[in-house]
């Protein structure tokens, strides 16, 4: 019944920016928690940002902070991570998940996944 299907990943080059997008089909995005996770091979899953519901607040990670803003957009249920500044570390499959409770953190249970998106950064 619940789906979510990222978008908007590509090749760009070092300083370029990207926009994903991560769009629900079941559920109203606007009363989850949402967040934008990431993987590069060999590592391990890591939290980019998160978005929660119904308070107008998001969180980052150190490592993209002031670089990368997640937002929501109402009218086509979805929730956008809009990337700049991207640096050759920033490679990776980038997923979006819902969360049970409308949290972030502590207590999260990130129950709905999507398929990925796959970010290369390269010159």
């Known amino acids: 019944q619940f789906q979510l299907v990222e978008s908007g990943g590509g090749l760009v080059q070092p300083g370029g920016s990207l926009r994903l997008s991560c769009t629900a089909s079941?559920?109203?995005?606007?009363?989850?928690?949402i967040g934008w996770f990431r993987q590069a091979p060999g590592k391990e899953r890591e939290m980019v940002s998160c978005?929660?519901?119904?308070?107008?607040?998001?969180t980052y990670a150190d490592s993209v902070k002031d670089r990368f803003t997640i937002s929501r957009d109402t009218a086509k249920n979805t929730v956008d991570l809009q990337m700049n500044s991207l640096k050759p570390e920033d490679t990776a499959v980038y997923y979006c998940?819902?969360?049970?409770?409308?949290?972030?953190?502590?207590?999260?249970?990130?129950?709905?996944w999507g398929q990925g998106t796959q970010v290369t950064v390269s010159s």
């Open positions: 998940a819902s969360e049970h409770w409308g949290l972030c953190h502590i207590g999260a249970e990130w129950i709905n």
């Open positions: 079941g559920f109203t995005l606007d009363y989850y928690a």
């Open positions: 978005s929660i519901s119904n308070r107008g607040s998001a």
